[in-house]
């Protein structure tokens, strides 16, 4: 994603051209520190020939062209860490920055937790490395029949009836009209899944925009002959809906059914849980018992009831929206995370094999990863913090004593267990 130059310059173009979303201007302030300011200014220098501008635009905007520093030192400035405008009237830093220190020193006294940290820096030079995130996928046709979609072709895939898939050279597989339906249409279905390891955005013949994590699917019509347009999930994706869009469509979960008019929201399925975190718009949620409505800031969650597999009832919360979206950004937080949790995703993003997971010690911890970071950079972690284990290629497996080296004592007694397991 993020950190594709291709992908990069994408977004660097839109915001320019003042075309961007609230969850693009967002991804853009966080990947703005991946890039030295030097790169940034050249993805500028090539992309400003195909600049393309509202007509409502003043002229003096559409010839402006702004550096790196500029676009770098106004999103930082902005209130929320994106990237609002080129353009926007003086604030009073010294009332946010007070403000930030107060919030800061509460959240140290009233809710400390044990920290995991990683710095997020490009690793050149090392070679063979295994990373987190791959643009490979694969479709399954309506017929049965599958395509591995490599991570470095670009081009037309397949088209059914009138309508092509298309990967375009910043990865982004996106389906296209490419000629008048036909009298006599069926309704026909893709479904485009990835392994661990992997992830991938994808547009769908409606207009419908998603990222799909690791180890996920996601099965949809291609021609579709109903009203009705719903989307299934099994896995996690992030969801963005057209502009254009006004008839509602659906995402089915295996224990709800989610429906949309225009909304951006996450859906997590894993570890037979439902968690739906709604960031903007409005999403109403329902199951065979009940139908809950989902305003910003609000997560939907359900959990397994120990009965037969069936999930209990849904349950609306507050969502940490940063922390929940982390896994689109340069950086994964996580907040009173349980060690086996994080395991299971280090599973599917590394595309991992983890034995004897039951012998990891059982401790929370709160901290950030660099999404990007080599599979040898989590595994030092893991060990500077008393964890021990084999490695077998991508197998890890975990040795029935765990003890904290006394020359890491400070570092790993900072992911002690709790005393009691932390209140969702």
């Known amino acids: ?3 594709h130059p291709e992908y990069m310059k994408e977004l660097l173009k839109k915001h320019i051209e003042r075309s961007t979303s609230a969850y693009e201007e967002s991804l853009l302030a966080l990947a703005l520190d991946l890039y030295e300011e030097e790169e940034l200014d050249q993805m500028i220098e090539e ?29 930082r400035r902005s209130e929320k860490g994106s990237i609002r405008s080129l353009i926007s009237s ?44 791959a643009n490979t996928c694969r479709l399954i046709l309506d017929n049965g029949c599958s395509v591995m979609i490599d991570s470095n072709y670009t081009g037309e895939i397949t ?33 485009i899944a990835t392994s661990r390891g992997a992830y991938q955005r994808i547009v769908l013949p409606n207009g419908v925009k998603i990222t799909l994590n690791a180890a996920s699917t996601i099965r949809f019509p291609v021609v579709f002959t109903s009203d009705e347009y719903a989307i299934e999930v099994d896995g996690e994706a992030y969801f963005e809906s057209p502009q254009h869009v006004n008839a509602p469509w659906q995402v089915i979960t295996h224990s709800a059914r ?28 329902f199951n065979p018992y009940e139908s809950l409505r989902l305003q ?48 299971l995703e280090m599973e599917r993003r590394y595309d991992l094999d983890i034995m004897n997971m039951e012998r990891a010690p059982h401790q929370y911890f709160s901290g950030t990863l660099c999404n990007g970071a080599p599979l040898s950079e989590l595994l030092k972690l893991l060990r500077a913090n008393g964890l021990h284990f084999v490695q077998q290629g991508n197998t890890l497996i975990f040795s029935r004593q ?22 969702p």
């Open 258 to 285: 989610i429906e949309v008019v225009k909304a951006s929201f996450n859906v997590n399925t894993y570890d037979n849980r439902m968690a739906s975190t709604l960031s903007s718009g409005e999403l109403i949620i």
């Open 402 to 423: 765990q003890q904290y080296p006394s020359h890491e004592q400070r570092l790993a007694s900072s992911l002690m267990p709790r005393s009691h397991e932390p209140t």
């Open 296 to 343: 910003p800031g609000q997560q939907a969650f359900a959990d397994d009831a120990g009965q037969e597999g069936l999930l209990g009832a849904i349950k609306i919360r507050s969502a940490n929206i940063r922390e929940t979206l982390s896994w689109l950004g340069p950086e994964r937080i996580f907040t009173h995370v349980a060690m086996r949790d994080f395991l």
């Open 1 to 3: 994603m993020i950190h």
């Open 47 to 75: 992309i400003s020939a195909g600049l393309q501008y509202n007509d409502d635009l003043p002229k003096a905007l559409k010839e402006w062209r702004p550096s790196a520093r500029e676009i770098i030192s106004r999103s």
């Open 159 to 191: 088209r059914q009836d009138n309508i092509a898939l298309v990967k375009s050279q910043a990865g982004i597989l996106e389906y296209k009209t490419i000629a008048a339906p036909g009298l006599h249409q069926q309704s026909i279905y893709h479904t």
């Open 90 to 133: 003086p604030r009073s830093y010294t009332t946010y920055a007070a403000t930030a220190l107060l919030a800061f020193l509460l959240i140290l006294v009233l809710n400390y937790t044990p920290k995991l940290q990683y710095s997020c820096r490009t690793h050149a030079g090392e070679g063979n490395l295994i990373l987190a995130g």
